[in-house]
């Protein structure tokens, strides 16, 4: 099993809307690129190199996009935005109302927050392994 290696350039030149290196200086990208990995292992268990290069950094950008939410808007001020339901707007003093999106749990949920998380959970149910059902051997009820 190999490990991928994703660079600050690598990540740049994936997704160009982190190409600023005043606002995304390469030690900050550097530090979300490793936070990604702690969420989302290097080491290839079943998934291609690229699809896993790509899993970590969607889910870099998806930390980047949650660092930079406004406190007093929560708002993100960088690219990806949040996402969620529009449940309410109003026109004069613009004014959105977001619903979070459905999810079976906390991590789900947050994960669905920003646009590179959802593509990040998308790509990650699509290329997960999973186990396989043999039916008629002697352990029917086993997952393999």
């Not at 969420?39 to 290069?53: D, L």
């Not at 935005?81 to 999810?103: C, D, K, R």
């Not at 998308?122 to 008629?136: E, I, Q, R």
């Amino acid at each position: 099993m190999s490990e991928v290696v994703i660079t600050v350039a690598d990540f740049r030149t994936a997704f160009p809307e982190f190409n600023n290196t005043t606002t995304y200086p390469d030690a900050l990208l550097q530090r979300f690129l490793t936070q990604a990995q702690a969420y989302c292992s290097p080491v290839n268990f079943r998934v291609k190199p690229a699809t896993r290069v790509l899993l970590i950094q969607l889910m870099a950008g998806h930390l980047i996009t949650l660092n930079n939410i406004d406190p007093t808007t929560h708002e993100s001020t960088g690219s990806g935005g949040i996402t969620g339901f529009e449940t309410s707007a109003n026109v004069g003093g613009v004014s959105v109302t977001l619903q979070a999106p459905i999810a079976k749990d906390a991590y789900e949920q947050w994960i669905q927050s920003t646009g590179y998380g959802q593509q990040y959970w998308a790509l990650l149910m699509a290329n997960s392994p999973t186990g396989v059902h043999y039916v008629g051997t002697p352990r029917f009820m086993g997952i393999r």
